[in-house]
């Protein structure tokens, strides 16, 4: 997740500090939101999951393994379609998502379990991974085709891969929505090519990636579908997610309250009755390890 800084655009430029690492956000406040706003973010990335578990279904793989698992959603559901002897095992660096994830298994009896590491770096058992699924989570990579060879060197002889990841910023435009509206109050820096949400937005350098990275039968497709979530959790979930919320941590309440001025009216557009609703534009990525 990108990092902002803030600047009130009417007052005077402060003294401010440096961004934390995407490691470090991710097991600081970006984690936690994602944690406190899990049933929302569940509920709205709903769609995903069910594209993701259809896939599964259809492989019924031995082992599968999850990247960039978050708080256990994808995990969970490929586990309860997988069969009873399946080991469905979940990655991700952040400790407050994947700790969140260790408690809902728990509370499921779920025999699915959870990783806390970095996927690039991590050392899988070679061989062993029949499946790998990701939802919106490998485009945070800081050296993909390290961490794609990575993942092969844990394939199996003809494992199978299925990521969804985001198209482009102007193809999602909900999700910059915030960001843009925000600018008028207070100033955030430009979202920067590489490592982030929109990291795998350009087709052709994701393919080279992935088959830079030792995968073949690489297949892109678009993927587009309607994502919902409560009218109520608006307001929320714009402080809270994204740069403007990660700014909004050093913000005062004047400023706070002229941001949620500025930016609620900005995704009117979105609202239909309680409910928020966009189009997410992703890509549906399959690939094979042979």
């Given at each position: 997740?990108?990092?902002?800084?803030?600047?009130?655009?009417?007052?005077?430029?402060?003294?401010?500090?440096?961004?934390?690492?995407?490691?470090?956000?991710?097991?600081?406040?970006?984690?936690c939101t994602?944690?406190?706003?899990?049933?929302?973010?569940?509920?709205?990335?709903?769609?995903?999951?069910?594209?993701?578990?259809?896939?599964?279904?259809?492989?019924?793989?031995?082992?599968?393994?999850?990247?960039?698992?978050?708080?256990?959603?994808?995990?969970?559901?490929?586990?309860?379609?997988?069969?009873?002897?399946?080991?469905?095992?979940?990655?991700?660096?952040?400790?407050?998502?994947?700790?969140?994830?260790?408690?809902?298994?728990?509370?499921?009896?779920?025999?699915?379990?959870?990783?806390?590491?970095?996927?690039?770096?991590?050392?899988?058992?070679?061989?062993?991974?029949?499946?790998?699924?990701?939802?919106?989570?490998?485009?945070?990579?800081?050296?993909?085709?390290?961490?794609?060879?990575?993942?092969?060197?844990?394939?199996?002889?003809?494992?199978?891969?299925?990521?969804?990841?985001?198209?482009?910023?102007?193809?999602?435009?909900?999700?910059?929505?915030?960001?843009?509206?925000?600018?008028?109050?207070?100033?955030?820096?430009?979202?920067?090519?590489?490592?982030?949400?929109?990291?795998?937005?350009?087709?052709?350098?994701?393919?080279?990636?992935?088959?830079?990275?030792?995968?073949?039968?690489?297949?892109?497709?678009?993927?587009?579908?309607?994502?919902?979530?409560?009218?109520?959790?608006?307001?929320?979930?714009?402080?809270?997610?994204?740069?403007?919320?990660?700014?909004?941590?050093?913000?005062?309440?004047?400023?706070?309250?002229?941001v949620i001025?500025?930016?609620?009216?900005?995704?009117?557009?979105y609202v239909?009755?309680?409910?928020?609703?966009?189009?997410?534009?992703?890509?549906?990525?399959?690939?094979?390890?042979?």
């Open positions: 997740m990108a990092q902002a800084s803030l600047r009130p655009t009417s007052a005077p430029e402060a003294t401010m500090t440096a961004a934390p690492s995407p490691i470090d956000a991710w097991n600081g406040h970006s984690g994602w944690v406190d706003l899990q049933p929302v973010l569940d509920a709205m990335f709903l769609p995903l999951k069910e594209v993701l578990v259809d896939a599964v279904r259809a492989r019924r793989p031995h082992r599968l393994l999850d990247i960039g698992c978050g708080t256990g959603d994808t995990t969970l559901a490929a586990a309860r379609v997988s069969g009873k002897d399946a080991d469905c095992v979940g990655v991700d660096i952040s400790r407050p998502m994947t700790d969140a994830a260790i408690e809902r298994a728990r509370r499921e009896g779920s025999s699915a379990r959870f990783i806390c590491d970095n996927a690039q770096t991590h050392a899988f058992e070679p061989d062993s991974i029949d499946m790998f699924i990701s939802r919106l989570g490998v485009m945070f990579f800081e050296q993909p085709v390290v961490a794609f060879a990575n993942l092969r060197r844990a394939a199996r002889n003809d494992a199978t891969l299925c990521f969804i990841v985001w198209r482009s910023a102007e193809e999602n435009p909900y999700m910059t929505t915030a960001e843009r509206a925000a600018a008028s109050v207070i100033d955030l820096p430009a979202r920067q090519p590489g490592p982030g949400q929109f990291g795998f937005a350009d087709r052709m350098r994701t393919a080279s990636l992935l088959t830079d990275g030792g995968w073949s039968h690489v297949d892109i497709q678009p993927l587009d579908v309607s994502c919902a979530y409560p009218g109520s959790e608006l307001v929320n979930y714009f402080t809270r997610l994204g740069p403007v919320g990660v700014a909004l941590q050093q913000a005062d309440a004047s400023t706070r309250e002229r001025a500025a930016v609620r009216p900005a995704f009117d557009a239909h009755g309680d409910e928020v609703r966009f189009d997410a534009a992703c890509w549906l990525i399959r690939a094979r390890a042979s």
